[in-house]
């Protein structure tokens, strides 16, 4: 069981920067994948960024390529989410979520365990 806590969104301005906290419970949280997603009003979940369990391997979407850095501490039992550039596009509702498995790692309906979320606004 892994219990998962988002922090770090808010409201920034159209260029500016926000990093994204996902504090997880449980001793195992470094054997697990771990990913980002996001939701805006009326369209369905949409992968963001997704680590693999040693941090080596990220994988990201073209749409925050190059803007989206995703990464883990281990230690910590955290994951981050360092989004820069942003535009309007990327307000919504952020997601962490964990993954026992890297099959499907790109596709929110193979993650087993969801935090919160934390809303992030980008005014243009």
């Known amino acids: 069981q892994v219990q998962l806590v988002e922090s770090g969104g808010g409201l920034v301005q159209a260029g500016g920067s926000l990093r994204l906290s996902c504090a997880a419970s449980?001793?195992?949280?470094?054997?697990?994948?771990m990913g980002w997603f996001r939701q805006a009003p009326g369209k369905e979940r949409e992968f963001v960024a997704a680590?693999?369990?040693?941090?080596?391997?990220?994988y990201y979407p073209d749409s925050v390529k190059g803007r989206f850095t995703i990464s883990r501490d281990n230690a910590k039992n955290t994951v981050y989410l360092q989004m820069n550039r942003l535009n309007a596009e990327d307000t919504g509702v952020y997601y962490c979520?964990?993954?026992?498995?890297?099959?499907?790692?790109?596709?929110?309906?193979?993650?087993?365990?969801w935090g919160q979320g934390t809303q992030v606004t980008v005014s243009s």
């Open positions: 979520a964990a993954d026992n498995s890297i099959v499907g790692i790109t596709n929110w309906r193979s993650y087993d365990y």
């Open positions: 449980g001793r195992t949280f470094s054997t697990y994948f």
């Open positions: 680590i693999s369990v040693s941090g080596g391997i990220t």
